[in-house]
């Protein structure tokens, strides 16, 4: 596979190239370029001169180009569902599903930025305005680098790329370098569409190096991330030597809050979702278990039961419904984080065991409070740490305790508590009576405290990537 840059497919200039491994298997899928820093500051070059041409494009031709794109991507679904299970571990349902996000969301910006209309202040809205007129629009900030994660690389294409582009920006791509393949054919899709060569390009390599030079390039004027909280911080330190706009979604912790009038049926098929999809690896999964202690013992016993239903398997079995994690390494460390909290107090009731890349659904009880998991340690993978509260205020104290603060929910027959706890948790979004892995593409998502900056969503996402301008009719009445 090849990087696109200035719409053609390239190599690195060097010629070097990283193997791109299936997890599940250890085969070689395929390889991508290892860009040069000159190959980034080439990117940059064409990307900056091709923004101002695609800026001029109308808003409804720009929708048009991506449209033209998902009857593209819809020619070539299936493919590119069978490459992001082969490159992510990723069951071959779930890849299908992710694919699918895409014209959901692509129709849903489209639409969105051809009513972007700005506005206008009359003469007379306050004093010594009576004869001038203003006009606030939006405009592109320029080139925007699109910083995606491994975990859903496709949706967060779709979340960053989209809105970039209709907003009349530039959009560097540069992805995960465990999983790269199916966001270069996605890019060259944009290409092939009708997007302005230059318009949108991606670049592969290791985020140490490709990443830092792309932030770090001072004609990249906005910079939006997703990924952990330490690259997040360590980014916006790049962005701000050089005053680039950045946006952040970063990590979580979020809490699984269970009262004790919760419907614990209902909680435990809510874990399945928001805990055991894409293996565990999802930013906003619950994963901290906050269970009232008079429901611990049912809770437990009924996740249990129902975690063992799942089928584990290679990612490419039309059955599995848990496959492995993105890499052998991630596995190892999430395989520490079990031992960890099992030093700490927590017992196996469940799992708890590693092979290789696959790490078996693990159901940690009797976790203190006090534990790393309780608060601040993220584990990315199908783990369920159980800790139990007596009280709403005891079960709050826990939830903000972490540094945390992406989304959280609580299980509760009774309305006025679910409200009081949704307001009272530390974070950017709350569900009650689901898990807390719940993403609408017209919904603002982000966090609180060290979980980022911003926003993304149909609703939101144009005010991160674009700038507002205000021209004055001055004495025009």
């Not at 990443?211 to 911080?233: F, M, P, Q, R, Y």
């Not at 005053?243 to 912790?253: F, M, P, Q, R, Y």
Request: charge should be negative; aromatic fraction near 6%.
């Amino acid at each position: 596979m090849k990087m696109f840059i200035n719409g053609l497919p390239t190599d690195a200039s060097d010629g070097k190239t990283i193997d791109v491994i299936n997890p599940a298997t250890g085969a070689v899928v395929d390889t991508v370029p290892s860009a040069t820093e000159d190959d980034v500051k080439t990117a940059v070059e064409k990307a900056l001169a091709a923004q101002k041409i695609w800026a001029e494009v109308p808003v409804y031709e720009k929708a048009e180009i991506m449209y033209k794109f998902l009857d593209i991507v819809e020619a070539n679904k299936e493919d590119l569902a069978q490459t992001l299970s082969a490159e992510t571990g990723k069951p071959i349902v779930e890849a299908r599903a992710e694919i699918a996000n895409i014209p959901i969301a692509f129709k849903a910006f489209s639409e969105r930025a051809k009513h972007l209309y700005g506005e206008t202040i009359p003469a007379g809205m306050e004093a010594g305005q009576d004869k001038n007129v203003l006009i606030v629009k939006r405009e592109p900030i320029g080139v925007i680098a699109c910083v995606i994660p491994f975990n859903f690389p496709c949706d967060l294409f779709d979340q960053k790329v989209a809105p970039a582009l209709l907003a009349g920006n530039a959009a560097i791509v540069k992805p995960s370098t465990d999983n790269p393949l199916t966001l270069c054919k996605l890019t060259a899709m944009l290409g092939e569409a009708g997007v302005t060569p230059g318009a949108v390009e991606i670049i592969t390599g290791r985020g140490s190096t490709v990443g830092t030079w792309l932030c770090s390039n001072k004609d990249v004027h906005a910079i939006t991330l997703t990924g952990s909280t330490e690259v997040g911080i360590q980014t916006a330190r790049t962005a701000a030597d050089h005053l680039a706009h950045v946006a952040l979604e970063l990590g979580g912790n979020d809490a699984f809050i269970v009262m004790e009038d919760g419907d614990v049926d209902l909680a435990v098929e809510e874990l399945i979702w928001g805990r055991m999809y894409n293996t565990g690896q999802v930013c906003c999964a619950s994963k901290r278990f906050l269970i009232h202690k008079n429901r611990a013992e049912e809770f437990t016993e009924k996740a249990i039961a129902r975690i063992k239903q799942l089928k584990q398997g290679m990612p490419s079995d039309e059955s599995t419904q848990i496959g492995c994690l993105i890499s052998e390494n991630a596995a190892i460390k999430v395989e520490r984080q079990i031992n960890l909290t099992v030093e700490q107090g927590g017992k196996i009731a469940l799992g708890g065991t590693r092979n290789g890349a696959f790490i078996a659904p693990t159901v940690i009880t009797n976790v203190p409070k006090t534990a790393d998991v309780a608060s601040d340690m993220e584990i990315f993978g199908p783990v369920v740490p159980i800790i139990t509260f007596e009280t709403e205020e005891e079960a709050i104290e826990i939830a903000n305790s972490s540094k945390f603060g992406l989304c959280g929910c609580v299980f509760t027959e009774n309305m006025k508590t679910a409200v009081r706890v949704c307001n009272a948790l530390e974070c950017g979004g709350t569900v009650i009576n689901g898990a807390s892995f719940f993403r609408s593409f017209e919904m603002p998502f982000g966090g609180y405290k060290y979980s980022g900056i911003g926003t993304e969503g149909v609703l939101s996402t144009f005010d991160e990537v674009t700038r507002t301008k205000s021209i004055v009719l001055k004495n025009i009445i």
